[in-house]
């Protein structure tokens, strides 16, 4: 594979990086929504915990593919 695919399917992984963070987000303000029943609450923690598992795969390979380390705070 070349440069120019490699690059491709990096910038595609962190394209859809982006999106499982945007469902992170929302996701999380459905459990900052008061009213709900605890199962819902049970169901939403799982499915965070899903998307935050997509993320840190598709951050490692866009990593990995690029050599570019993520930004430190």
């Known amino acids: 594979m070349n440069h120019n695919h490699i690059y ?3 910038s595609i992984l962190a ?3 982006a999106s499982e963070q945007e469902a992170i987000e929302g996701y999380t303000m459905v459990l900052n ?3 709900y029943p ?3 609450y049970t169901d939403i923690r799982e499915i ?3 998307e935050m ?3 840190q795969k598709l951050s490692h390979w866009v990593t990995k ?3 570019i380390q ?3 705070d």
Do not use: Y
Request: hydrophobic share 30%.
């Open 15 to 17: 394209k859809n990086n």
């Open 70 to 72: 993520p930004a430190k």
């Open 8 to 10: 491709l399917l990096a």
């Open 38 to 40: 605890q199962e819902l």
């Open 53 to 55: 598992n997509h993320s």
């Open 65 to 67: 593919l690029t050599g």
């Open 48 to 50: 965070i915990s899903d």
């Open 33 to 35: 929504t008061p009213g």
